[in-house]
């Protein structure tokens, strides 16, 4: 059983700065990509920043320059850093864990958090 942690989320003025962070746990051999999605009410879940294991990143065009991912390999978290928020950053960001093998077995998975509610407003 693996399961996604997410912390940090909350309410922060424009201009303002968060960092969500992401811990998976259970009996992990590895992860391929960790990342982070969001959905905004009545909107389709999106990519926001994905990162693979050698550590090559990806970013929505919407959030390169002022959001940053990384990842810490030994202990299966993934972290985002939101800098400069706009109120159309709002929305719940969910964690995702892509390709997780589990240890002992030779098949992939991928699992999500369950999500963080980011505001973004005055």
């Known amino acids: 059983q693996v399961q996604l942690v997410e912390s940090g989320g909350g309410l922060v003025q424009p201009g303002g700065s968060l960092r969500l962070s992401c811990a998976a746990s259970?009996?992990?051999?590895?992860?391929?990509?960790m990342g982070w999605y969001r959905q905004a009410h009545g909107k389709q879940r999106e990519l926001v920043a994905v990162?693979?294991?050698?550590?090559?990143?990806n970013y929505a065009d919407s959030v390169k320059d002022r959001f940053s991912i990384s990842r810490d390999n030994a202990r299966n978290t993934v972290s985002l850093q939101m800098n400069n928020l706009k109120p159309e950053d709002t929305a719940v960001y969910y964690c995702h864990a892509g390709g997780v093998i589990i240890t002992g077995t030779n098949d992939e998975y991928d699992h999500w958090g369950q999500g963080t509610q980011v505001t973004v407003s005055s």
């Open positions: 990162i693979s294991r050698q550590g090559n990143t």
């Open positions: 259970g009996s992990i051999f590895s992860i391929n990509v």
